[in-house]
Structure formats: structure tokens, C-alpha cells
């Protein structure tokens, strides 16, 4: 199971830190994701990292504001973002991927959290 909180409601500049706590078995997990959708879109790819070494990659659209982390101890991963800007307001959605190869899909991804709302205010 997945957990994510930590949304809310910002100023454009502003920061906020998601977290997503799993209670499975995270010795099967390879990768662990955001994704965000925002009315009358698609689920897009925001962050991953890798479980075992924590290699992070990023989209485009969020490189240089947003950071992705995990705590092994905790089985959490996190998402600090910095700079908000209203077009990143959206739900954002943790997942879970057991295999390598794809991960900026959503499809790829087997396990997902309920969503966190995040809305940026200009």
C-alpha cells in the first residue's frame, strides 16, 4: 500500500513536500514514482527513483525546481518542490514499479497511492 500526503494550497514561488510511505515489500520494489494530472489531462511522469541506488531522473517541465529522495529506513520517498508555479497545480500520485526498463510511463508502474492535491495560487 501507498500513502501520500503533504498537498495543499500555495503562493506561486512557494514550496511543498510530499511524502509517500509504503507498507509492502519494498525489497520488490525497483522504482518509485510521481506522477501528477491536472483536470481534463493526462497522467504525466513528474519524478522517479531507483529503490536499490537512487538514481533520480526528471521531467523537463519540473528539472531544477523539484527533487526526489527516499529513506530506506522509512520506505519513503519524497518530493520537495521548490518555485511552484500555478501550472503545476495538480493531483499528484506516488507508484511503484518492480521491474527496470520503463519508468516515465504510467503505465508501468503496478502500484499507486490515492493522490495528494497540490494547487499553486498566482
Known amino acids: 500500500q501507498l500513502q501520500a500526503s503533504g498537498g495543499g494550497l500555495v503562493q506561486a514561488g512557494g514550496s511543498l513536500r510530499l511524502s509517500c510511505a509504503t507498507s509492502?515489500?519494498?525489497?520488490?520494489?525497483?522504482?518509485m514514482g510521481w506522477f501528477r494530472q491536472a483536470p481534463g489531462k493526462e497522467r504525466e511522469f513528474v519524478a522517479r527513483?531507483?529503490?536499490?541506488?537512487?538514481?533520480?531522473i526528471y521531467a523537463d517541465s519540473v528539472k531544477g525546481r523539484f527533487t526526489i529522495s527516499r529513506d530506506n529506513a522509512k520506505n519513503t520517498v519524497y518530493l520537495q518542490m521548490n518555485s511552484l508555479k500555478p501550472e503545476d497545480t495538480a493531483v499528484y500520485y506516488c507508484?511503484?514499479?518492480?521491474?527496470?526498463?520503463?519508468?516515465?510511463?504510467?503505465?508501468?508502474?503496478?502500484?499507486w497511492g490515492q493522490g495528494t492535491q497540490v494547487t499553486v495560487s498566482s
Open positions: 507508484a511503484t514499479r518492480r521491474a527496470p526498463g520503463a519508468s516515465v510511463v504510467a503505465r508501468a508502474y503496478e502500484y
Open positions: 509492502g515489500r519494498t525489497f520488490s520494489i525497483y522504482y
Open positions: 527513483i531507483s529503490w536499490g541506488d537512487g538514481v533520480a
